[in-house]
């Protein structure tokens, strides 16, 4: 059984026929090729997998892919104007808020929904709402440092 799905991922749209038990993450990785969100946990428990959903954050493997039809779907891909980062992407990379990598996908949604929803500007807030977010290499502090900066 499929089931037909419109996701719109940074702003292009797409018609899939699904199997309604696919992920969102596994729609956009394995059926779209958007391969930013990765797959820590599959289990809701590192934030690896964060997109924007309506501008609000999701763990995409524990959303399905049905759930999020006709809905605007932001990846990492898709912070940035062409070539040009955007302050939060900037802000990364100047206090070098990574080490692997892996999980900054899913960091800079997740610091994008909360510039967005304007919830948190202190550290101890900015930590607090990028506790779902995960990072193996332990980049936090550098990680707080250029949400905060944005933020401020
Ligand atoms: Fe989704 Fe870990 S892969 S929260």
């Not at 501008?55 to 932001?74: E, H, I, Y």
């Not at 100047?94 to 510039?115: E, N």
């Given at each position: ?26 729609a956009l990785r394995t059926h779209l ?57 900037e802000a990364f990379i100047r206090h ?57």
């Amino acid at each position: 059984i499929t089931v037909a799905v419109r996701l719109v991922v940074n702003g292009k749209p797409h018609d899939l026929a699904l199997d309604p038990r696919v992920t969102l993450l596994d729609a956009l990785r394995t059926h779209l090729g958007v391969t930013g969100p990765k797959m820590g946990c599959d289990a809701g428990a590192c934030g690896a997998c964060t997109v924007l959903v309506d501008g609000r954050r999701v763990n995409s493997c524990l959303m399905l892919a049905v759930a999020a039809d006709g809905k605007s779907v932001v990846t990492v891909e898709g912070l940035a104007a062409g070539d040009d980062l955007n302050p939060l992407q900037e802000a990364f990379i100047r206090h070098d808020a990574f080490q692997c990598g892996y999980c900054t996908p899913g960091q800079l949604c997740s610091a994008t929904a909360l510039l967005r929803e304007g919830v948190a500007t202190t550290p101890e807030e900015i930590r607090l709402w990028m506790s779902g977010n995960l990072c193996r290499c332990g980049a936090y502090p550098n990680i707080v440092a250029a949400i905060a900066e944005v933020a401020a």
